[in-house]
């Protein structure tokens, strides 16, 4: 918007410089020539009157008067008698039979431009009779040079005028946008999760009434977001405490009954305690993932990435099962993410592919960067998932054939996908080359941090 402001700016003062300043040139171009020719045309028509004389004493004056102009002036005079002989003093001209004196002895004048200019006029005697022609060959370079001087001079002015409105048009334009940078700084802001991010009211009354629009709706999220964190945090005392009671109150009762039936009750019940307690933790981090809105900032998917294998490494040694790294990992690529969430995305990720795999199976993370993304893919080695089922795979509570054990709660995937959408990202679900699911995290990709 600034270059567009700018560049219009220009233009508009272009257009008034090309509107005022070269019809003046043209003006002062043709004043000039008029001025140039008005004087030598009066140079030669009196010296045409002197030849026009036909006497003595006239002719040295002419004489006089030619070689005057010629020592004052760049200029030359040429003179020729009625029947093209030379008029003494003065020499014959060796372009005596040309057109121009031609039809300045038939009566004629005539004017020519060129390298010199040349004005030629016939002398009438008494009764118009013609009795000769007299030619100033004049040059034009001295005049060329100061028409130069004139288009040169202006053209130069115009381009320092035009270059001191472009630094006026750009600090203007600067001034002019500052309200909208400052909107588009705090939507910014806003987006990456910095729910305090405020524009100041400034700039013109149209600017003013949208930045107080857009915080006080910030400020009503704000509050809104808040009340919602509030909730989230009673709710998780509210239902976990009566949970772990009831857990509590079942065991002492299953140690307490000697009656087989009836312990099988109660195991049943305490199964479904526990699988309750479960459900609702995943509901509770998928309800803190959807209130929760932090600010994404460049992290070292690396890093990350080596630190939760290490953890499930140890989890996929009972049944034989390896976790493996692959890809740009040396690159160390940087990603834009909120602390924490890809923790928790690679723990259900990777929860879900140890469920899946068979004994003795490769779990395989392959980071690939392309361009101002990075691709994160988890394949397994599982029985994979038809087209059908991966469409409805991120749903809530959609548990598909069972194959995530019989302790999924089939709030994973769903968790998954609200942190990386959070994050600016996307997740989606392909078949794995050799057999198997692949789950593709696709994160921004983060500018690499300098002086690292």
Known sequence: MNRQLVVSYVLLVAVALAAFTIPVAFTLTDQLRGDTEESVRREATTMALLLANDDAPSRQALAR????????TPGRVEVISARREAVPPLPLPRTAGDADFTRALEGGSSVRWG????????????????????????PTGELNGRLWQIWGFRAVLAVGVVGVAAALGALAARRLTRPLRELREMASRFSDGDLTARSPVTGPPETQTLARTLN??????????????IFVADASHQLRTPLTALR??????????????????????????????RLVSGLLVLARAEVEVAAAEPLPLAEIVEERLAVWRVAGEERGIRFTAAGALDSRPLVMASSGHLDQVLDNVLSNALEVSPDGGTITLLVEPQGDVVELDVLDEGPGMPTAEKARAFDRFWRGRGLTGRSGSGLGLAIVKQLVTDDGGSVALRDAPGGGLCVRITLRAAAPRSGG
Not at 117 to 129: E, H, I, K, S
Not at 217 to 227: D, M, S, V
Request: glycine share 6%; proline share 3%; net charge negative.
């Open 65 to 72: 008067m030619a070689e005057a102009y010629e020592l004052e």
């Open 115 to 138: 390298p010199s200019l040349l004005v030629t006029v016939p002398a009438r005697a008494a009764g118009q009779r013609i009795v000769g022609a007299v030619r100033i060959s004049y």
């Open 216 to 229: 006080s709706g910030a400020e009503r999220l704000e509050i809104l977001i808040a009340a919602q964190r």
């Open 248 to 277: 509590l109150s079942l065991d002492n009762i299953a140690d307490g009954v000697d009656d087989e039936y009836v312990r099988e009750d109660v195991e049943q019940a305490t199964a479904e305690v526990v699988r309750m307690s």
